[in-house]
C-alpha cells in the first residue's frame, strides 16, 4: 500500500499542492455547537474552540469520548450545522466560500457509513461523480492500489471486512484531490498491523503535500504520527502545542524507594544532594528529568548512607498522565483558564491535580 501512495497524494487544481496555499489550511475561531437548541436546554458540545492547523502538518485532536472531536470534524466536512464561531478550510470560510472550502477537504468519517450493494470501483466513481471530478481525471484504480484494495475494486462493500472498509472510506475521501484530510478516529477497530500500515499511509500522503487533521483517543498514535496535538475535553481545547513540546514534559520519571528500615531524619552526602520526598516513614520518592533513570546514582547514594532496600519502582510520565492530569475534574472554568494558558503547569504540577 505504500509504494504508490505517492501518486494518491494531493497534485494540485484548485486543491494546491500542499506545498503553496494559505499558512493554516484549517482555522477555526469561537467555533460553537449546541446541539437541540442554542438556549441552556441544549448540550453544548464545541464550546468556543479556537483551532489552527498549519499547512503541511499532521495535527491530532485529542480527546476522550464525547468530547467534542467528531461535531468540530462534521462542521468542517459540512455535515452538522454550527452555532457560533467561524471555520476556514484553506482559506475558505465554510459560510462565504462554502464550495471552495467543500473542494479543499476530504472527509474520512468515524463510522463505517458505506453501502453494502456497490463494489468500491462503484464507490469511487460515485463519489468523483458528486464532487463533479471529469472521468479523463479520475484515478479510481490508482488511489484503490494506493490503499490496498485494488484486487477488491469489484468486490461488493458487504464482503469486505472492517479495516478494508475502513481503507475504501479514505479512498473515498481522496477522490477530489484535496489539500486537507481529515480523518475521524481512523485506527478504530483496526488491527496492529493495519493500524501501523494506515499510518504509513497517513505519513506519505503527508509527505507528499497533504495537511492531515486526525481525531483519536489513542495516544499513542497522536504521538507516533502527529507534529501538534491539540487536546480537547467537554468542548474546550485544553490544551494545543507541537508533540515534541508535550513529549518534553514526558520526560520525566520517578524512582520510589522502599527502604528495608526507616529513612534517617537528615538525609546528608549524596543523599541529600538528590533531595528525595519522603513519603513516609520508609519510602522515599526521586523524580529525575531526561532519560537518565538516575538508579545508579541512588543505588550508590544509598549504600554511602548505609541503608538497605526492600524494593524500588520505577514509574515514566506519559502522555496518558498529561491527558488525564488535563482533562480530569475540570471544573466549569478550569478548562478555560487552561486553555487560556494551557501550558503552565510543569508536569510535577500538572500530576498534582488539576487546579495548581
Ligand atoms: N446529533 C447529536 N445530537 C445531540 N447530541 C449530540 C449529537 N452528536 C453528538 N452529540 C453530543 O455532543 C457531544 C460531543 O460528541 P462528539 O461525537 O463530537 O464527541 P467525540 O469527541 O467525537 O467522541 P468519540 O470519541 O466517542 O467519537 C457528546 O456529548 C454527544 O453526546
Ligand atoms: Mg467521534
Known amino acids: 500500500m505504500e509504494q504508490t501512495a505517492h501518486s494518491a497524494a494531493p497534485q494540485g487544481g484548485e486543491a494546491g499542492d500542499g506545498a503553496s ?18 438556549d441552556a436546554t ?17 495535527f491530532g485532536l485529542l480527546g476522550p469520548n464525547g468530547a ?13 450545522v454550527k452555532t457560533g464561531g467561524t471555520a476556514r478550510i484553506w482559506g475558505h ?15 474520512v468519517p468515524q463510522e463505517l457509513n458505506l453501502d453494502s450493494f456497490f463494489t468500491p470501483r462503484e464507490v469511487m466513481e460515485q463519489q468523483a461523480g458528486f464532487y463533479a471530478v ?61 493500524r501501523r500500515s494506515l499510518w504509513a499511509y497517513v505519513r506519505r500522503l503527508n509527505e507528499n503535500g497533504a495537511t492531515i487533521l486526525l481525531t483519536t483517543h489513542y495516544l499513542e498514535e497522536a504521538e507516533a504520527l502527529c507534529d501538534r496535538i491539540a487536546i480537547i475535553d467537554h468542548g474546550r481545547v485544553i490544551a494545543c502545542e507541537p508533540t515534541p513540546d508535550l513529549l518534553k514534559r514526558l520526560d520525566q ?14 538525609l546528608t ?30 543505588l550508590a547514594a544509598l549504600q554511602e548512607a548505609g541503608l538497605a532496600i526492600a524494593d524500588l519502582a520505577t514509574e515514566e510520565t506519559d502522555l496518558e498522565d498529561i491527558f488525564l492530569s488535563l482533562t480530569a475534574g475540570d471544573g466549569e472554568d478550569g478548562g478555560r483558564r487552561e486553555a487560556r494558558d494551557p501550558m503552565a503547569g510543569t508536569v510535577a504540577v500538572a500530576r498534582a491535580g488539576p487546579d495548581p
Not at 467534542?68 to 452538522?80: E, H, Q, W
Open 93 to 107: 470560510d465554510i459560510d462565504g466560500d462554502t464550495r471552495a472550502a467543500r473542494a479543499a477537504i476530504g472527509v
Open 134 to 194: 471529469p472521468k479523463r481525471e479520475r484515478r479510481t484504480m490508482e488511489i484503490l492500489e494506493a490503499v490496498g484494495l485494488a484486487d477488491k475494486a469489484d468486490a461488493y462493500a458487504r464482503s469486505l471486512s472492517g479495516g478494508m472498509r475502513r481503507r475504501l472510506l479514505v479512498a473515498k475521501a481522496l477522490v477530489h484531490n484535496p489539500p486537507v484530510l481529515v480523518l475521524d478516529e481512523p485506527t478504530a477497530g483496526v488491527d496492529v498491523e493495519l
Open 21 to 38: 496555499g494559505p499558512e493554516l489550511a484549517v482555522e477555526t475561531r469561537a467555533l460553537t455547537k449546541i446541539y437541540g437548541g442554542r
Open 68 to 80: 467534542g472531536k467528531s461535531t468540530l470534524i462534521n462542521i468542517l466536512a459540512g455535515l452538522v
Open 269 to 298: 552526602g549524596q543523599l541529600g544532594a538528590l533531595a528525595p520526598e519522603r513519603a513516609g516513614p520508609h519510602r522515599l520518592v526521586f523524580r529525575f528529568s531526561g532519560r537518565d533513570s538516575g538508579i545508579p546514582a541512588i
Open 253 to 266: 520519571r520517578t524512582v520510589t524507594v522502599t527502604l528495608a528500615s526507616e529513612a534517617p531524619g537528615a
Open 42 to 58: 441544549g448540550r453544548r458540545a464545541l464550546d468556543a474552540v479556537d483551532l489552527a492547523v498549519p499547512r503541511g502538518s499532521i
